[in-house]
C-alpha cells in the first residue's frame, strides 16, 4: 500500500485523531518515551556486563537511532499523509511489512507498560511495605490508563512535565559528576582512571560491548513516539522533521555523557545490577539522601514511560484497525477524539502481563519480556529498507520532495543496516543473549502467519 492508500485509510469513515498537541508536547514525549528505568535502572546490567566501554555500546546504539530518526524525517517530508511510524515500512515495503511493524511495534510497548509499572511498583512497595506489589501495579496502569483516556492534549501535558523532571534530574547529575571528576568537588583532584583501572576499558572484550547494543537499543526506544505523537498536531511532517533528529541528539548526548561520568566516578565492579548506578554514583560522591531522590526521580521516569507507552500501544492498535489488520471496532474516537476502545484494549492486555508477573514471573512473563528483546532492531531494520525504496522512487518521480534528506546517501541507511545486522548475529553468538533473539524471531514469525492466516480467511 503506497502513500496514497494509507492517507486514504487513515481517514476511513471520518474517523480522525484529536489534532491538539502543540510541538513542545511531541519533544518531551519522544523525550518521554526514551528516559525510563532502561537508563536510570536498566543501565547497571550493560555497565556490569561491559565495564566502561558501556558508554560504547550507548554511543554506537545512539548513531543507529539517530540514523533511523534521520530516515523518517526523510520520509515523512516524501510521502504525504504518512505519519505514524509503522506506517513507514507499509508504504515502502506493502502490506505485510505494514502489519508486522504494527503488531510488533504494539507488542514491544505493551510489554514495556507491563515492565514499568512493575518497577513502579517495587519502588512504592518499598515506601509502603504493607501494600502487595500487584495491587499497586495495577493501580499505576489504571491512573494512567484514566490520564490517557482524559484527552491527548492531558497526555501531553503529563508527559510534558514528567520529562521536564527527568532531563532536569539528568542534568543536575550530570553537573555534579562533572564537578567531581574534574577534581572541583572531589578530596583526591581530577581523576578519571576508573575507566581503565579494574580491568582496562572492556575487560571482558569487544563481542559483549558489541552485543550490549541490542539492550542499550531497548533502553534508546522511543523516540520515533515523535512520529506518532506528531499525527495528533496541526502539521504532523513539519513537526517530525524538525523534532526527529534533534530528539535523538539531545539524547544520544543525555545517555552517554551520564553513562560516561557513572564510570568515570564510581568503579564499574561496584555497580550492581538491578541497581540504579545513578544512587551508587551519587553515593560514592556522599551526596546526602541521594538513594531517596533516585528512587524518587525513578518513579518519575517510570510513570513517564508508562503514561507514553500506553498512548503508543493505543495509537499502535488504532492505526492497524483502519487498515483491516485488526477487529474494526477499534476504528473509534470518543467526544474528545481519543480512541478509547484501543486504550482499553491496550490496558487490558498489560493487566493480563502484570498478572504473569506474579503467577508466572519464570515463564510467561520472562518470555514476554525476552520475546521484544530485538523487536525495536527488526523494526528500525524494515524501516531502512523502505527508506531505500522509497529514496530511489522519490528521485524517479518527485526529486522536488526531497527537501530533506538521509545523510550519504545510500551509504548512511545501508551501514546502519549493517550495523544492526552484525548487533543480531553478535547476540546469536552470545548465550546469554540468544534467546532474546530467537524468541523475538518467532513472534515475529507467528505474526507473519497470523497475517497469512487472515488473508486466507478474507479470501475464502
Not at 515500512?89 to 507488542?107: D, E, I, K, M, T
Not at 490520564?147 to 523532571?165: D, H, K, M, Q
Not at 572492556?202 to 552485543?211: I, M, R, S, T
Not at 504532523?236 to 553513562?259: D, G, N, Q, W
Given at each position: 500500500m503506497g502513500?496514497?492508500g494509507?492517507a486514504?485509510?487513515?481517514q476511513?469513515?471520518?474517523?480522525e485523531?484529536?489534532?491538539?498537541l ?12 526514551i528516559?525510563?528505568?532502561g ?9 556490569s556486563?561491559t ?7 550507548y554511543l554506537i546504539a545512539?548513531l ?10 526523510e ?6 499523509g504518512?505519519?505514524?511510524f509503522?506506517?513507514f ?7 505485510l511489512?505494514g ?11 505493551v ?5 514499568e509499572?512493575?518497577a513502579g ?5 518499598g515506601w509502603?511495605?504493607?501494600?502487595p506489589e500487584?495491587?499497586?501495579g495495577?493501580?499505576?496502569t489504571?491512573?494512567m490508563t484514566?490520564?490517557n483516556l482524559?484527552s491527548t492534549?492531558s497526555?501531553?501535558?503529563?508527559e510534558?512535565?514528567?520529562?521536564s523532571i527527568k ?5 543536575v ?12 568537588t572531589?578530596p583526591?583532584?581530577?581523576s ?10 572492556a575487560?571482558h572484550g ?12 531497548f533502553?534508546l526506544?522511543?523516540?520515533?513516539i515523535?512520529?506518532i ?9 513539519k513537526v ?8 535523538a ?8 555523557l551520564a ?9 564499574w565492579t561496584?555497580?550492581?545490577?538491578g541497581h ?7 553515593a560514592a560522591?556522599h551526596?546526602?539522601g ?6 524518587a ?16 500501544t493505543?495509537r ?6 483502519r ?8 476504528v473509534?474516537?470518543n467526544g474528545?477524539?481519543v480512541?478509547?476502545r484501543a ?11 502484570l498478572?504473569?508477573?506474579w503467577?508466572s514471573p519464570g515463564?510467561?512473563?520472562?518470555f514476554?519480556?525476552?520475546s521484544?528483546g530485538?523487536?525495536?532492531i527488526?523494526?528500525y ?7 531505500l ?17 538521509m545523510?550519504f546517501?545510500?551509504?548512511?541507511t545501508l551501514?546502519a543496516?549493517a550495523?544492526?545486522l552484525?548487533v543480531l548475529?553478535?547476540?546469536a553468538?552470545?548465550p546469554?543473549l ?5 524468541m523475538?524471531l518467532l513472534?515475529a514469525?507467528?505474526f507473519?502467519v ?7 480467511g478474507?479470501?475464502a
Amino acid at each position: 500500500m503506497g502513500a496514497v492508500g494509507i492517507a486514504e485509510a487513515g481517514q476511513a469513515g471520518g474517523v480522525e485523531l484529536s489534532r491538539t498537541l502543540l510541538p513542545r508536547h511531541v519533544s518531551m514525549i519522544a523525550i518521554g518515551g526514551i528516559i525510563g528505568a532502561g537508563l536510570f535502572v536498566g543501565s547497571s546490567t550493560t555497565i556490569s556486563l561491559t565495564g566502561p566501554a558501556a558508554v560504547i555500546s550507548y554511543l554506537i546504539a545512539g548513531l543507529l537511532i539517530l540514523l533511523v530518526m534521520r530516515m523518517i524525517a526523510e520520509m515523512a517530508i516524501v510521502l504525504e499523509g504518512v505519519s505514524s511510524f509503522p506506517d513507514f515500512a507499509r508504504a515502502g515495503l506493502g502490506h505485510l511489512a505494514g502489519f508486522l511493524s504494527g503488531w510488533l511495534y504494539w507488542y514491544f510497548w505493551v510489554v514495556v507498560v507491563a515492565v514499568e509499572a512493575i518497577a513502579g511498583a517495587k519502588i512504592i512497595g518499598g515506601w509502603l511495605p504493607g501494600v502487595p506489589e500487584w495491587a499497586i501495579g495495577g493501580a499505576l496502569t489504571a491512573l494512567m490508563t484514566g490520564v490517557n483516556l482524559l484527552s491527548t492534549r492531558s497526555y501531553g501535558e503529563f508527559e510534558f512535565w514528567f520529562s521536564s523532571i527527568k532531563v532536569a534530574a539528568i542534568l543536575v547529575f550530570s553537573l555534579i559528576c562533572g564537578l567531581w571528576v574534574f577534581g572541583i568537588t572531589a578530596p583526591q583532584g581530577f581523576s578519571i582512571g576508573n575507566l581503565t583501572a579494574h580491568g582496562g576499558f572492556a575487560p571482558h572484550g569487544w563481542g559483549p560491548v558489541l552485543a550490549g547494543v541490542a539492550s542499550t537499543i531497548f533502553s534508546l526506544c522511543g523516540a520515533e513516539i515523535a512520529t506518532i505523537a506528531a499525527a495528533e498536531s496541526p502539521d504532523p511532517a513539519k513537526v517530525i522533521a524538525r523534532m526527529t533528529v534533534s530528539v535523538a541528539l539531545r539524547i544520544v548526548i543525555f545517555y552517554v555523557l551520564a553513562i560516561g561520568l557513572i564510570v568515570a566516578v564510581v568503579p564499574w565492579t561496584q555497580i550492581v545490577p538491578g541497581h540504579s548506578p545513578f544512587a551508587t554514583t551519587l553515593a560514592a560522591m556522599h551526596i546526602p539522601g541521594g538513594e531517596t531522590i533516585m528512587s524518587a526521580v525513578v518513579l518519575v521516569a517510570v510513570l513517564s514511560c508508562l503514561n507514553s507507552g500506553l498512548y503508543v500501544t493505543s495509537r499502535a492498535l488504532f492505526g492497524l484497525a483502519r487498515f483491516g489488520d485488526a477487529p474494526d471496532w477499534l476504528v473509534h474516537v470518543n467526544g474528545r477524539g481519543v480512541p478509547a476502545r484501543a486504550i482499553i484494549a491496550a490496558s487490558l492486555f498489560a493487566y493480563g502481563a502484570l498478572a504473569a508477573q506474579w503467577l508466572s514471573p519464570g515463564t510467561v512473563f520472562s518470555f514476554l519480556v525476552n520475546s521484544s528483546g530485538v523487536t525495536m532492531i527488526l523494526l528500525y531494520m524494515l524501516v531502512g529498507i523502505a527508506q531505500l525504496r522509497e529514496r530511489n522512487r522519490a528521485e524517479r518521480e518527485a526529486p522536488e520532495k526531497l527537501t530533506l534528506k538521509m545523510w550519504f546517501h545510500p551509504y548512511g541507511t545501508l551501514v546502519a543496516l549493517a550495523a544492526m545486522l552484525a548487533v543480531l548475529v553478535f547476540m546469536a553468538l552470545q548465550p546469554d543473549l540468544a534467546s532474546q533473539l530467537w524468541m523475538s524471531l518467532l513472534v515475529a514469525g507467528l505474526f507473519a502467519v497470523a497475517f497469512w492466516l487472515l488473508r486466507t480467511g478474507k479470501r475464502a
